[in-house]
């Protein structure tokens, strides 16, 4: 797989986008989705003092429905809060920062079998609207990105059959991350990230972390004049499917919407959202049925409503 630096450019729009049933709730001060096999999830906290929300959607019946948030605390998440789920029977959690807590390092299990949510050991560095997470299929570890410009940033793995995290290099050439923070897995191939709006710089900054040199490498710049924002996402779909093993899908913030090229290391930039994402942390993008989905998690005032549901036709 080549992993070259090439200057971005855009593409010609491709693809349909088709709206689904809302969800329940639009963008909160923390929420975010992920998918598996059969269904989407999403976790949802309007503020510290109030009861989180959980919530699955699925593919089969096209229903949402409210699951078990029993064992989570009010306020339980809040900006950074991510999901990731272990291609088997488990989501883990991270809770974001909280408003009345500079330094939470809250994390958590929740078994799609069994409903039930677990607290875990809790991460090595404060949370805050800089995290993201994704699952690693070839260590069948947890992979962190972790903190905000206020806390500094870390980068850090968790390994489930011990419950022990540990710390990996940060990219010494980033300094922090922020909203829009993301990461998503290639497996042995290396992970790649988006930094955020690290210091309120607007950027586009992308880098692959190489888990066997346990090296960050810069990449190409994701083509966005306000950089990236809040509701920034990736998202590798080659673990699902095969033909699209040389692309990772992107949302930068607003109704754009990329895949970078892993041949030539590029980015083309293809058909809009018509439903842009809000101004809140939080990943928006699942695949699941053979199908990308995008939750918009923007506010009631947004274009859409802030709630909707949308569906790539083509990819």
Same mark, same amino acid.
């Given at each position: 797989?080549?992993?070259?630096?090439?200057?971005?450019?855009?593409?010609?729009?491709?693809?349909?986008?088709?709206?689904?049933?809302?969800?329940?709730?639009?963008?909160?001060?923390?929420?975010?989705?992920?998918?598996?096999?059969?269904?989407?999830?999403?976790? +949802?906290?309007?503020?510290?003092?109030?009861?989180?929300?959980? +919530?699955?959607?699925?593919?089969?019946?096209?229903?949402?429905?409210? #699951?078990?948030?029993?064992?989570?605390?009010?306020?339980?998440?809040?900006?950074?809060?991510?999901?990731? /789920?272990?291609?088997?029977?488990?989501?883990?959690?991270?809770?974001?920062?909280?408003?009345?807590?500079?330094?939470?390092?809250?994390?958590?299990?929740?078994?799609?079998?069994?409903? #039930?949510?677990?607290?875990?050991?809790?991460?090595?560095?404060?949370?805050?609207?800089?995290?993201?997470?994704?699952?690693?299929?070839?260590?069948?570890?947890?992979?962190?990105?972790?903190?905000?410009?206020?806390?500094?940033?870390?980068?850090?793995?968790?390994?489930?059959?011990?419950?022990?995290?540990?710390?990996?290099?940060?990219?010494?050439?980033?300094?922090?991350?922020?909203?829009?923070?993301?990461?998503?897995?290639?497996?042995?191939?290396?992970?790649?990230?988006?930094?955020?709006?690290?210091?309120?710089?607007?950027?586009?900054?992308?880098?692959?972390?190489?888990?066997?040199?346990?090296?960050?490498?810069?990449?190409?710049?994701?083509?966005?004049?306000?950089?990236?924002?809040?509701?920034?996402?990736?998202?590798?779909?080659?673990?699902?499917?095969?033909r699209q093993a040389t692309f990772v899908y992107a949302l930068g913030g607003g109704n754009a919407f990329y895949?970078?090229?892993?041949?030539?290391?590029? /980015?083309?930039?293809?058909?809009?959202?018509?439903?842009?994402?809000?101004?809140?942390?939080?990943?928006?993008?699942?695949?699941?049925?053979?199908?990308?989905?995008?939750?918009?998690?923007?506010?009631?005032?947004?274009?859409?409503?802030?709630?909707?549901?949308?569906?790539?036709?083509?990819?």
């Amino acid at each position: 797989m080549a992993l070259l630096l090439f200057s971005a450019q855009a593409m010609d729009a491709q693809g349909l986008w088709s709206r689904l049933d809302d969800a329940p709730a639009g963008g909160a001060r923390a929420a975010a989705v992920v998918g598996t096999d059969t269904a989407l999830y999403l976790i +949802w906290n309007e503020s510290d003092d109030r009861a989180p929300q959980f +919530w699955r959607y699925g593919v089969a019946d096209g229903r949402w429905t409210a #699951l078990n948030t029993q064992g989570l605390p009010r306020g339980a998440f809040g900006a950074g809060a991510s999901l990731a /789920w272990d291609e088997q029977h488990t989501l883990y959690a991270l809770s974001g920062g909280a408003t009345n807590a500079a330094a939470r390092t809250l994390f958590y299990r929740y078994d799609l079998e069994t409903d #039930l949510w677990t607290r875990l050991s809790d991460t090595p560095h404060p949370q805050g609207a800089g995290n993201a997470l994704a699952w690693d299929p070839a260590s069948k570890k947890i992979h962190a990105l972790l903190g905000s410009t206020g806390l500094g940033s870390a980068f850090a793995r968790y390994d489930p059959r011990f419950d022990r995290w540990s710390a990996l290099p940060f990219p010494d050439f980033w300094g922090c991350t922020d909203a829009g923070a993301s990461l998503t897995s290639l497996g042995r191939f290396g992970l790649f990230a988006f930094k955020g709006r690290c210091g309120g710089k607007a950027n586009g900054d992308f880098a692959l972390f190489n888990p066997f040199r346990l090296q960050w490498q810069a990449l190409p710049a994701l083509p966005l004049e306000l950089g990236v924002d809040a509701g920034a996402s990736l998202l590798w779909l080659g673990g699902f499917d095969s033909r699209q093993a040389t692309f990772v899908y992107a949302l930068g913030g607003g109704n754009a919407f990329y895949r970078f090229r892993l041949d030539d290391n590029r /980015w083309e930039r293809l058909a809009d959202l018509p439903c842009p994402v809000g101004t809140h942390p939080g990943n928006r993008l699942a695949y699941l049925g053979g199908t990308l989905y995008v939750w918009q998690g923007a506010a009631a005032n947004s274009r859409c409503g802030g709630k909707a549901l949308m569906r790539l036709s083509r990819l």
